[in-house]
């Protein structure tokens, strides 16, 4: 049985609610009054041009950086201000937009270590299969410092394929990869849905949003201007003007 | 690190070497062989906070003093413990000053940490010289126990039981891979349900009486000590060369440069005595090996084990705050 199975998998509520969030960084508003809802088992994505507070957002609602105000519900839990390990043992996991390797430890050590806090128990054999699931069998025990840019994508999109979480935060997990390293994390994406996970992606490639996603949240200067189904978005104009007229 | 059947052989030869010891050289080198097993086990200890974890740790003969002292003043006179009752109250009181020190200190970048680190040990070489109960400047004195291959199989045991937990709970435990994620990764480390600020301060507590076992040993076996002897910056000094001599985060990098910085300085006192000479080699041995040997002795030997380099700049970023804490 996968996380996303647990005890309050089920209930109408929403596996993710967030309300009125802000965060700033001396004059900077990244996130200014966010207010966002995802469903259970959904995949959603998050877009909007550079610098719109994307990252931030992840960065609030996984306790990397403390909001200055504002609420955040996952799975039942008031989780705004908390510590990220407190969060993440909830069943939270996420990516980092550059990539957070472990660099001075293997490939493996690099998925046990997800292992490590919480879900241990044939943590070797989950290693095993994500090596695989991700393709990288033939690097296990190289360094993860020694990986090119899109293995080091694939392995912390491993690391987070171990939590066995119920939500994920994937930010930009194909920018910039080859796109055989792109097949293999959208595969990846459709199991982990199968398994029960909801997940929310920021994703600046178009294509790979219309493919993965079942809706999708535009950002723009810190605030949410549009929410919908990828259709509806590309024809709402206005929102396709602030999303597409700025240099990305 | 695998396993392998010559490292595996190579170890029991120097076990049993070792362990036939006394029966193979007279006093004088037993003595020697005894030191270096002491700062063999010193390193190690530094070397698990500060190569495992990338926490710089500028003033750890404070835990080496505590240790000593502790043992020095419950076997005195007036209470007269014995020696072996006096190693768990060392324990329990560097302990407690660890989380004292290491609680508020540790959930800041580095920098503040090593500056706590170092004040401390200021502040008991201080507090020791002027208080009477301490002794003063003029140090403690311990009943005089003369039997050197008491204290040499005492350091042997001490040093190999270091190794052994060092191997277990950082090499082979998930333990060791929650240390080594924040060392690599603060944020990631945490995003992944790692409490850093409590592994940190685990591991800061277990290098801590680490050291203070090794300070309790020294005391009985020297029978005297002052401030300066065991509370001295140059005893930090000497471990960290010894580790970034050895490899900085590697199992048996410390006592590689544990050993050969002890006999170095051991010659260097046969020829020249108690010098200032030795404080000249030490600053050169870290320029050189910085500048040549960034992964250290056990660099040289393992390819796997030759990330000390890089385990310094870790260690270093968390220390001016440039490194690992940034998330995006
Ligand atoms: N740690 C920080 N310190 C200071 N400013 C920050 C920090 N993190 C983000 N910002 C600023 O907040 C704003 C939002 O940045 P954020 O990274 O959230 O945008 P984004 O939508 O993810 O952009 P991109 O598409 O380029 O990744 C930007 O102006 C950025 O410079
Ligand atoms: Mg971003």
């Known amino acids: 049985m996968s996380a996303a199975e647990g005890k309050t998998a089920g209930t109408g509520e929403p596996i993710l609610v967030v309300r009125e969030l802000h965060c700033h960084f001396g004059g900077i508003k990244a996130v200014n009054g966010v207010s966002l809802d995802v469903g259970r088992r959904e995949i959603a994505g998050l877009i909007g041009p550079n610098g719109s507070g994307k990252s931030t957002l992840f960065n609030l609602i996984s306790g990397t950086v403390t909001p200055d105000r504002g609420q955040i519900r996952f799975d039942g839990h008031e989780i705004g201000g908390r510590k990220a390990h407190a969060i993440a043992r909830l069943g939270l996991a996420r990516t980092f937009q550059i990539p957070a390797m472990f660099d001075n430890m293997s490939v493996t050590e690099n998925l046990l270590a997800a292992a490590a806090e919480g879900h241990w128990q044939g943590a070797r054999e989950r290693a095993a299969d994500t090596l695989a699931l991700l393709k990288l069998e033939h690097v296990a025990d190289n360094r993860a410092s020694d990986l090119s840019g899109g293995q080091q994508k694939l392995l912390e999109f491993g690391r987070v394929v171990m939590r066995q979480a119920s939500l994920i935060l994937l930010d930009e997990v194909t920018a910039g990869v080859h796109p055989s390293i792109r097949r293999i994390i959208v595969d990846a994406i459709a199991r982990l849905r199968e398994r029960g996970t909801t997940v929310l992606v920021i994703e600046h490639d178009m294509e790979m949003v219309r493919n993965v996603c079942d809706r999708i949240i535009v950002m723009d200067a810190g605030r949410v201007v549009a929410t919908g189904p990828f259709n509806d978005i590309v024809r709402n104009s206005e929102v396709m003007q602030t999303y597409l007229g700025r240099p990305q | ?328």
């Open chain 2, 1 to 328: 690190m695998k396993p392998s059947w010559a490292g595996l052989l190579l170890l029991i030869a120097v076990i049993v070497v070792l362990a036939l010891l006394p029966m193979l050289v007279n006093n004088y080198w037993l003595r020697i062989a005894t030191g270096a097993l002491m700062w063999a086990g010193l390193a190690c200890s530094w070397n698990m906070l500060g190569g495992y974890a990338g926490y710089i740790n500028f003033g750890h003969s404070a835990f080496f003093g505590l240790g000593a002292y502790v043992t020095a003043l419950l076997m005195g006179d007036r209470l007269a413990w014995p020696f072996f009752a006096t190693l768990p109250a060392g324990i329990v009181v560097t302990a407690l000053f660890a989380i004292i020190i290491g609680a508020p200190t540790l959930r800041l970048r580095g920098a503040y940490f090593a500056i706590a680190t170092w004040a401390f040990a200021e502040v008991l070489i201080q507090f020791a010289s002027v208080m009477d109960f301490t002794g003063g400047i003029g140090g403690i004195g311990l009943p005089p126990f003369l039997d050197e291959r008491f204290f040499y199989f005492a350091m042997f045991g001490a040093a190999a039981l270091t190794y052994l937990i060092t191997w277990a709970l950082f090499e082979r435990s998930r333990f060791g891979l929650k240390v080594k994620a924040l060392r690599d990764h603060e944020p990631a480390a945490e995003a992944i349900g790692i409490n850093t600020s409590l592994v940190k301060l685990q591991t800061f507590v277990l290098s801590a009486v680490t050291a203070s076992v090794f300070g309790a040993i020294f005391a009985y076996w020297v029978t005297f000590i002052n401030p300066k002897s065991v509370f001295g910056g140059d005893i930090t000094d000497q471990m960290v060369v010894m580790v970034l001599l050895g490899g900085l985060g590697s199992l048996w990098g410390p006592a590689l440069g544990g050993v050969a910085l002890f006999v170095v300085n051991r010659i260097i006192w046969m020829y020249w005595g108690d010098t200032a000479f030795y404080i000249a080699i030490l600053g050169a041995a870290i320029v050189l090996v910085v500048l040549f040997l960034p992964n250290g002795i056990a660099g040289l030997f393992s390819r796997r084990v030759a990330v000390s380099g890089a385990v310094l700049d870790k260690a270093v970023g968390n220390l001016v705050g440039g490194g690992p804490g940034r998330p995006s």
